[in-house]
C-alpha cells in the first residue's frame, strides 16, 4: 500500500480559484480543492480497500482550517455509518490508522514530508476533540 500526494498543479484543470490553502503545522501549507473532498488531495494505492481509504483519508484532511464543529460532526456520522460499537475505539482506531499511514508516504523528499505534516496534524486534531467528539457521538 502507497499513499501518494496529487499535487494541485494540473488537478482536473483546475484553477487556484479552485483551492483553498490550509495550515499544516508551523512550517507548511497544504492546497485543497474547494469542491472534491473525496478524491483529492491523496490517493491510497495497492490495497484491496483503496477506495474506501483515499474516501475516509482525504474527507479527514480537507478538515484542516475547518471549526470544530464540522470535525465532530464528520466523526460522529462516520462512527455511526461504521461497525464499530465504541466511540472511543472508533477514534483510537481512526488515529492509529493515520499513524499507521506514514510508513507506506511515496513521493518526492519534501511531498513525504508534507504528507508526514498533514496525517500528524490530523491525528492531533482527532486527539484534541477526542471529549467533543465521545460527548456528541454518545448523544445521538
Do not use: C
Amino acid at each position: 500500500m502507497f499513499v501518494v500526494w496529487k499535487r494541485p498543479d494540473g488537478y482536473h484543470d483546475a484553477t487556484p480559484a479552485d483551492f483553498r490553502v490550509a495550515e499544516v503545522g508551523t512550517r507548511a501549507k497544504i492546497w485543497l480543492h474547494k469542491a472534491d473532498h473525496q478524491w483529492y488531495p491523496f490517493r491510497i494505492s495497492g490495497g484491496w480497500q483503496e477506495s474506501d481509504a483515499t474516501l475516509r483519508l482525504n474527507e479527514l484532511v480537507n478538515l484542516l482550517g475547518k471549526p470544530q464543529e464540522d470535525w465532530t460532526t464528520f466523526l460522529t456520522n462516520a462512527f455511526h455509518h461504521s461497525m464499530t460499537d465504541d466511540p472511543k475505539t472508533f477514534l483510537l482506531d481512526q488515529i492509529k490508522w493515520l499513524g499507521d499511514l506514514k510508513s507506506h508516504l511515496k513521493g518526492d523528499t519534501w511531498e513525504v514530508e508534507i504528507m508526514d505534516q498533514v496525517l500528524a496534524e490530523v491525528g492531533t486534531q482527532l486527539t484534541d476533540l477526542e471529549k467533543q467528539f465521545l460527548s456528541t457521538a454518545t448523544k445521538n
